[in-house]
Each structure stands twice: as structure tokens, then as C-alpha cells.
């Protein structure tokens, strides 16, 4: 995690780095690991909740780099960069 920090903390400094592959690449790992549950933006402590900066700072330059995209749903369609979540189905009750 701590190479995913590094990078995502220099593309924050250096917007110009939004537009290298690795950069784009890591961004885009964080928020796939956001999705999983692996890592959070914000999380408990002894001393109450801490805001991992770096991860909320990839969350904002996930935009940037995502193009717009035309989504259908159903009857409904959608303009996002973003893909609706589909929530896994454990088959638990």
C-alpha cells in the first residue's frame, strides 16, 4: 500500500502525472480495492474515526480520468463516469 500512497500522493501534488498509465492504473486499483473492502477512505481508532487522505484524494482524481459513458438500465438511461455497484448475492440469509 505504501507504493499506492506514494503515487497517488505525487499525482496529487503534480496533476500532469494524471495523464501516465501507472498513475492512472494505481488510481484506478485504489478504487477497485475501495470496492472490495480492503482499504477505506475513513476508519475506527482508539482515539475515533481517522480519514486515510490519500485514498479521498484518489476518490477525487478518479473523475478526471474516467470518461463519460451512456448507461441503461431497464428503461432508464444515465450519463456517469461511473458504473452502477452491483451488490454480490451470498445466498445467505
Known amino acids: 500500500m ?4 506514494t503515487i497517488v500522493e505525487n499525482a496529487w501534488i503534480n496533476k500532469d502525472l494524471l495523464n501516465d498509465l501507472e498513475t492512472t492504473k494505481v488510481i484506478k486499483k485504489v478504487i477497485s ?3 472490495k473492502g480492503t482499504i477505506r477512505v475513513a476508519e475506527p481508532s482508539q482515539a475515533g474515526w481517522v480519514v486515510n487522505e490519500w485514498i479521498k484524494k484518489a476518490v477525487v482524481m ?3 480520468i ?3 459513458k451512456t448507461y441503461e438500465v431497464g428503461i432508464f438511461e444515465y450519463h456517469d463516469k461511473i458504473p452502477l455497484k452491483r451488490k454480490k ?3 445467505k440469509l
Do not use: C, I
Not at 505504501?2 to 500512497?5: F, G, I, Q, R
Open 2 to 5: 505504501t507504493e499506492l500512497k
Open 33 to 35: 480495492e475501495l470496492d
Open 62 to 64: 478518479y473523475f478526471p
Open 66 to 68: 474516467q470518461k463519460m
Open 89 to 91: 448475492m451470498s445466498g
